[in-house]
């Protein structure tokens, strides 16, 4: 019953530690991850600027979304002058002539693009483009663009679409290796710091059994069985002090392991009375021959 109360408390430890780990997480997380090995992306910036580049007709994107593009636009203009609107409509029956209106419409530059998103009716998108963004898409194979947001749209996730277009658009401002070893360490530390949630406690109480069981030992044996009061228990870990369940059962005999001569003792009185019960009771039997 003691080992299942501990297990039990050990569990519920390790769940706390897990999820005030995975809180401080997610509370530090930044809302525009740039992907692994790329330029890394200022979530700090200022979007005012760019508010326009994002327009949701069709009432389909989340505010976090709508925020995420323009930090990307604002990010994105720093590092090359040219930004990607993305623009949503309920309905259309030509996309990408649409998408050029709105492209005229919006005043976009010579070398930027824009995101055209269906909302209803065959949940497809368009992105057209100039200049650099037009010659960066050129070096994609051919269908890239509806690989990327097919799942997507298909089951009307239009933030995930969107997101994911803005990830894979941020690969062409650059590799950069640093960026990379730095998104790796961190990844390392959190996972370091789970393992060490899980496992420390646990450590912790294997070692503390098998520290103080052996001292514990040495003292019952010099002291324990004659005058515990004499020379008082220590113990080095807080749980096994005087009057915990840890102590208590040793003190009182319940746990056998501390002293063979005891051990020994408490065999040969069993086995005497074993005996005599065999004895007492054994029905007188005849022979039969």
């Not at 994002?54 to 389909?60: M, N």
């Not at 995101?115 to 994609?140: F, H, I, R, S």
Request: hydrophobic share 45%; proline share 3%.
């Amino acid at each position: 019953m003691r080992k299942a109360k501990i297990a039990i408390l050990v569990i519920v430890l390790v769940i706390a530690a897990f999820v005030a780990v995975k809180a401080i997480v997610e509370a530090n997380r930044p809302l525009v991850e740039a992907p692994k090995g790329t330029v890394p992306i200022d979530n700090k910036v200022d979007t005012s600027g760019f508010s326009h580049l994002v327009v949701d007709e069709a009432g389909v994107l989340s505010a976090e979304t709508k925020q995420s593009a323009l930090i990307y636009n604002a990010n994105w203009a720093a590092l090359d002058n040219r930004v990607l609107a993305v623009v949503t409509v309920q309905s259309t029956d030509d996309a990408e002539a649409d998408a050029w209106q709105w492209f005229s419409r919006l005043s976009m530059g010579e070398n930027d693009a824009l995101l055209l998103v269906e909302a209803g009716g065959n949940k497809d998108c368009v992105l057209v483009a100039k200049g650099k963004y037009e010659k960066d898409l050129a070096t994609l194979h051919y269908g890239y663009m509806d690989r990327m947001t097919y799942m997507p749209l298909r089951d009307g996730d239009f933030d995930a679409a969107v997101l994911e277009v803005y990830g894979q658009m941020h690969y062409f401002y650059g590799y950069d290796e640093e960026a990379y070893w730095r998104s790796e360490v961190r990844g390392g530390i959190i996972a370091l710091i789970i393992f060490a949630a899980v496992n420390i406690p646990i450590l912790i109480h294997l070692i503390g059994e098998k520290i103080d069981g052996r001292r514990f030992k040495r003292w019952y044996e010099d002291f324990g069985i004659t005058d515990p009061t004499l020379v008082p228990w220590k113990t080095l870990f807080f749980w096994h002090r005087v009057g915990s369940r840890w102590y208590e059962s040793r003190i009182n005999g319940a746990w056998v392991d501390y002293d063979a001569a005891v051990r020994t003792g408490r065999r040969s009185v069993n086995m005497v009375m074993g005996r005599r019960i065999g004895y007492r009771n054994r029905p007188n039997r005849k022979r039969d021959w």
